[in-house]
Nanobody, 122 residues
Framework: QVHLVESGGGLVQAGGSLRLSCAAS????????MGWFRQAPGKEREFVAAISWGGGSTYYSDSVKGRFTISRDNAKNTVYLQMNSLKPEDTAVYYC???????????????WGQGTQVTVSS
């Protein structure tokens, strides 16, 4: 079981940037695909981005492609999500996930963080 803690959320104006971090503990994540999901009020949780265990492949939802970048530092057991050109529709709680599938559908793994709120004002 891996324990995930997200940080870096906050309030930002449209067009701004934020960098989310997901620190893992309890076990190494160097052999685990990692991902980010988000859930806006009244909506289902949706896939945002994923990165393969070695960092060589990345995957994005169409809504964030070209604006968000996922990365990882296995030495620090940490995953990042750089979010640029933020839009009000990016407002949501962002969750880190361990074990996400890189196959179409990006089914999440069983381990989730507690989430971090991102609010983008217009």
């Amino acid at each position: 079981q891996v324990h995930l803690v997200e940080s870096g959320g906050g309030l930002v104006q449209a067009g701004g940037s934020l960098r989310l971090s997901c620190a893992a503990s309890g076990r190494t994540i160097r052999t685990v695909n990692m991902g980010w999901f988000r859930q806006a009020p009244g909506k289902e949780r949706e896939f945002v981005a994923a990165i393969s265990w070695g960092g060589g492949s990345t995957y994005y939802s169409d809504s964030v492609k070209g604006r968000f970048t996922i990365s990882r530092d296995n030495a620090k057991n940490t995953v990042y999500l750089q979010m640029n050109s933020l839009k009000p529709e990016d407002t949501a709680v962002y969750y880190c996930n361990a074990g996400v599938s890189t196959l179409p559908g990006n089914r999440p793994g069983d381990n989730w963080g507690q989430g971090t709120q991102v609010t983008v004002s217009s």
